[in-house]
């Protein structure tokens, strides 16, 4: 599975940026998909995941409300729309892909990476 992000850019806070990630496999729904990010010092940590089906999704204590994941199975795309960016909220962001149950919260636990898109929130 070959995943590629993108849509980052420069957003003010309050504002709302779409990211998206498209896989290049023929087992799309195959595969639980997840949302990362890694700010400048420090690890990489979850910020939302989606069922195989879409139906069901998971998200971090600080994204909940703001965030919303979503896919298309028919294009082989997930999406994260980020309403209500706060400063906090600058990182570089990873789309993953695992064959495991629903939902999985760790970097370790997803087998395939997209390269990354740099959202910056500005004030």
């Known amino acids: 599975v070959q995943l590629q992000a993108s849509g980052g850019g420069l957003v003010q806070a309050g504002g709302s940026l779409r990211l998206s990630c498209a896989a290049s496999?023929?087992?799309?729904?195959?595969?639980?998909m997840g949302w990362f990010r890694q700010a400048p010092g420090k690890e990489r940590e979850f910020v939302a995941a989606?069922?195989?089906?879409?139906?069901?999704?998971y998200y971090s204590n600080s994204v909940r409300g703001r965030f919303s994941i979503s896919r298309d199975n028919s294009k082989n795309m997930v999406y994260l729309q980020m309403n209500s960016p706060k400063l906090d909220d600058t990182a570089v962001y990873y789309c993953?892909?695992?064959?495991?149950?629903?939902?999985?919260?760790?970097?370790?636990?997803?087998?395939?990476w997209g390269q990354g898109t740099l959202v910056t929130v500005s004030s």
């Open positions: 993953a892909a695992t064959a495991k149950s629903f939902p999985r919260v760790e970097v370790h636990e997803y087998d395939y």
């Open positions: 496999t023929r087992a799309f729904s195959d595969y639980i």
């Open positions: 989606i069922s195989r089906t879409g139906r069901s999704t």
